[in-house]
């Protein structure tokens, strides 16, 4: 069974192409309006509050688009299209007053029909992430990938893309993105956004071609809120476009969850602050699938080997934030040999990675006795 | 009436025979010279003329035509005024020197006749031996200096006045004392004991100089990364007689020897604003670049990621193959260069590294720069070295182990690495094959095995772990890497961006 979408659903896609320069100027104008709202209006509404002089001639040129010229261009960019009166819309974005008409998509087609919002969990966070939230972020999409979740994200710079790159390695992932889904944006992760057209779906609410704004990022928020089950905040600023994922989905009744952070790092302030209003603690996948499908029902395994003491404490003094083999030796007192044949091994057996630079981060790994974190 | 007079013009490294030819016979007055001078050897008939007459010589005013053979070598330097000079006092009858055709002469003349010292006077005295030349005649300062190459008599000149009597055979001057060949550092170099806490640092100092690996340092600004750069050579084994020759052949040549040498493997830090051609040699003669000065020693690159893209392709295939090619219109010359590479950089731009939360570089500035990282030089770096600010209680507390104790052990293990490889090599030029030959336990091939599988490590990676293995085992004085070594190899390896 192949997706369909209507002309109509389509045209809007359309229309918001040829408005978002309009769209724009009224999002980034008055702080506190939020593109989600605006998009809740009808055609004629949305282009007569976005483009009051230009409105009547927008619509009727998108109202003039052929049928065949939109499924042409959709061919060429070798994209399907599935819109809101299909049987395989995804269940979730009925829940939303601002859904998306249509859905316009690169992947196999045939997940569409699998989207359930329990199937689905959002994970999303800061651009620029710290080494722990990235660690975080991958560790999550892995585990939650590996017990049969699909990963929800922004292919966005940081956490976004560790978590889609970690859910590649054990399952399958689904990118959101502002632009077309055609379009890969940032163009540094062509390669991610490649793979995940092979394994996973790319989909966006924009017709093929058409180009990032900033108003699209908090509207493809709103899809990426309403697709799923939970949404999980890893590492987000004050102000970060994260928080306004977060708001959505909580908007929609669906879970919301936090991933805690040094109350001193900036860029954990969001998911801290989540968790004080009420969200749910995730420190890990395991706590994603007890929130969701209740405490027990799917298992995440992990557990690394058993380590002698002397790596014990090696490990110990890394999640102390001894982050170089010099901080560790000299903090433990060992030599330069032992401290870097001690973190070799710890990184041989997943329980430290380390970075270009060198530095060391642990991994989500537990010892096994549950000695440490 | 024709003279001819025997001097050496400066290419690279390597001195090249010219036979100065002069010819005085009658016509209007005039000096021209002949056979591809560049302008400091056209200068020279100024400095001639000036010289002679202020020696009480007559200049003769007669058609004087000097000719520098073989006209097709483009002569560089002022180093053949000497021989010019000479030839022309020979030539005009002023003086008559039998023993001149078995002699050669370098030196620039001052105006007053003194003779002033020039580049490259081992290199010089060498060749003029390997041409048959019973004595070379160079400026007093460059006496020592040319010293140093046996089998040859080294006469210094202190000025054109000496002459006469050097050519009949009335002053004949002692052979001067050559220039000790300091094979290590006389001590009055850095000391490593400066180096406080710091311990992984020190033992990736120990490695790399043990080894001949190349060195990656990335850590903060004021962390240390020079300090302890500059210290390597003090850790390094002694030269070899033959090497110290070398090294200070190309010292001579570009002038450094008289300098107060420090002895032991030379230390080059060129600044990040070097041009390829500073950096590997260039320019028409070709002169070396700083990647030859540190032949035998360590090329330190302060900065890396601050260096000219194009600069540090430049240095890519003189790292594999120990030599600079250059090559310039009807001349190709190949320059050593077997350095040991030591790199320092900030983990990004901002120097304090993205784990601290106080980090303000762009994440795509971050990567950008960290990208530099990994670029095609970086792929030749054997070990990573991450450092950190030293504690206060570190800087506060005992100096470091000296870097004699620490020499000591560097070069046993070296000792150990020629008995297995051949006098000269070291672990880090072991080719794949040799590589494979490492003797490895069970336990140590499993966990290479397992390192490579997981983190995917390229089969350069992998050699290059062995290869480091190989020189910890050496260190520890074992016939075999255990897992212990090989584990330490593996953490001490440069990580690449996969």
Same mark, same amino acid.
């Given at each position: ?373 | ?292 000065? $540190?032949? =035998?020693?360590?090329?330190? !690159? ?5 260096? *000219?893209? +194009?600069? #540090?392709? %430049?240095? @890519? ?48 500035? $971050?990567? =950008?720069?960290?990208?530099? !990282? ?5 792929? *030749?770096? +054997?070990? #990573?070295? %991450?450092? @950190? ?70 089969? @350069? ?38």
């Amino acid at each position: 069974m192949s997706p369909r979408a209507c002309p109509d659903c389509l045209r809007r896609s359309w229309l918001l192409s040829h408005l978002a320069p309009y769209i724009e100027k009224i999002a980034t104008s008055a702080p506190g309006s939020r593109s989600p709202e605006l998009l809740r209006l009808s055609n004629e509404d949305l282009a007569a509050a976005a483009a009051p002089s230009a409105a009547r001639q927008i619509l009727a040129s998108v109202e003039a688009i052929p049928e065949r010229r939109l499924l042409d261009d959709l061919r060429a960019a070798e994209c399907w299209a599935c819109c809101r009166h299909d049987s395989l819309y995804p269940v979730g974005l009925r829940d939303a007053a601002d859904a998306p008409w249509a859905l316009i998509g690169r992947g196999d087609p045939a997940l569409l029909a699998t989207l359930e919002p329990e199937a689905l969990v959002t994970v999303v966070g800061a651009r620029r992430a710290s080494s722990y939230g990235r660690e975080v972020a991958r560790e999550l999409g892995r585990e939650l990938a590996a017990a049969g979740m699909i990963v929800v994200s922004g292919l966005a710079f940081g956490i976004d893309a560790c978590a889609h790159r970690g859910a590649l390695d054990a399952g399958l992932t689904i990118a959101v993105l502002g632009c077309g889904a055609d379009v890969c944006y940032p163009a540094a992760h062509r390669s991610l956004w490649r793979r995940i057209c092979e394994r996973g779906l790319v989909v966006s609410e924009q017709p093929p071609g058409a180009g990032a704004w900033r108003w699209t990022f908090p509207a493809r928020n709103r899809i990426m809120a309403a697709l799923a089950g939970m949404t999980v905040v890893v590492e987000a600023a004050q102000r970060s476009g994260s928080l306004i994922t977060a708001d959505l989905a909580a908007d929609l009744g669906r879970d919301l969850g936090a991933v805690p952070g040094p109350v001193s790092s900036r860029s954990s302030a969001g998911p801290n602050n989540l968790l004080a209003g009420g969200a749910c603690l995730v420190r890990d996948g395991q706590d994603v699938l007890d929130a969701m499908l209740g405490a027990g029902v799917r298992q995440v395994k992990k557990a690394g080997e058993r380590l002698d003491p002397e790596l014990l404490e090696v490990l110990a003094a890394v999640e102390r934030g001894e982050d170089t083999c010099d901080a560790v030796a000299a903090e433990l007192d060992l030599s330069g040999a032992e401290a870097a044949a001690a973190l070799s091994r710890l990184e041989a057996l997943g329980y430290v990675t380390c970075s270009l630079v060198g530095v060391y981060a642990r991994t989500l790994l537990h010892p096994p006795g549950g000695a440490s974190i | 009436m024709l003279a001819t007079a025997r001097t050496f013009t400066l290419d690279g490294i390597s001195a090249r025979p010219v036979r100065v030819e002069v010819d005085v016979h009658r016509g209007l007055p005039a000096f021209s010279l002949v056979g591809l001078p560049d302008p400091a050897v056209r200068e020279a008939r100024e400095r001639v003329r000036a010289a002679m007459a202020n020696c009480d010589f007559d200049f003769p005013l007669r058609r004087i035509v000097a000719n520098l053979a073989p006209a097709s070598l483009r002569k560089a330097g002022p180093g053949m005024d000497l021989a010019l000079a000479t030839a022309l006092l020979v030539a005009s009858g002023q003086l008559s020197w039998e023993a001149l055709p078995r002699l050669a002469m370098v030196g620039e003349l001052a105006l007053d006749g003194s003779v002033r010292p020039v580049a490259g006077a081992l290199a010089i005295a060498e060749a003029a031996r390997e041409q048959g030349a019973d004595a070379v005649v160079v400026p007093a300062e460059n006496g020592p200096e040319a010293a140093m190459a046996e089998g040859i008599d080294v006469i210094a000149l202190e000025s054109l006045e000496q002459l006469p009597a050097l050519a009949k055979g009335e002053w004949a001057p002692e052979r001067p004392e050559p220039l000790p060949l300091l094979l290590s550092p006389n001590g009055h170099g850095p000391d490593l004991a400066d180096l406080r806490g710091q311990r992984h640092l020190r033992y990736a100092l120990e490695v790399a100089a043990a080894g001949g690996h190349s060195l990656l340092m990335i850590g903060p600004p004021g962390a240390g990364k020079s300090l302890a750069a500059g210290r390597l050579p003090s850790i390094l084994p002694p030269l070899a007689p033959g090497e110290a020759l070398e090294v200070a052949r190309i010292a001579s040549a570009c002038g450094r020897l008289r300098e107060a040498p420090t002895g032991g493997r030379p230390f080059r830090s060129p600044h990040h604003t070097i041009s390829p051609a500073g950096l590997v040699g260039g320019g028409n003669p070709p002169r070396p670049g700083e990647a030859t000065l $540190a032949h =035998r020693g360590v090329l330190f !690159l302060d900065e890396l990621c601050e260096f *000219r893209r +194009d600069s #540090l392709e %430049a240095l @890519r295939a003189p790292l594999e193959t120990g030599t600079v090619a250059i090559a310039r219109s009807g001349s190709w010359r190949q320059l050593p260069c077997r350095f040991m590479l030591v790199a320092a950089a900030n983990p990004c731009p901002c120097g304090r590294g993205e784990a601290d939360p106080e980090c303000s570089c762009a994440p795509i500035a $971050a990567q =950008r720069y960290q990208g530099r !990282l990994s670029g095609a030089l970086a792929d *030749r770096i +054997d070990i #990573l070295a %991450a450092i @950190r600010q030293p504690s206060a209680r570190e800087i506060a507390g005992e100096p470091g182990e000296p870097s004699a104790d620490v020499r000591e052990r560097v070069t046993l293990a070296r000792e150990r690495q020629e008995r297995r490889l051949g006098s000269g090599c070291c672990n880090a030029e072991m080719t794949p094959a040799q590589a494979r030959e490492c003797v490895v336990e069970e336990g140590a091939a499993a966990l290479l095995a397992e390192a490579y599988s997981r983190h995917r490590l390229s089969g @350069r990676a992998h050699d290059r772990v062995l290869r480091l293995a190989q020189t910890v085992a050496d260190l520890a004085g074992a016939e075999a890497i255990d897992c212990e070594q090989m584990a330490q190899a593996l953490q001490l390896r440069r990580r690449d961006g996969r």
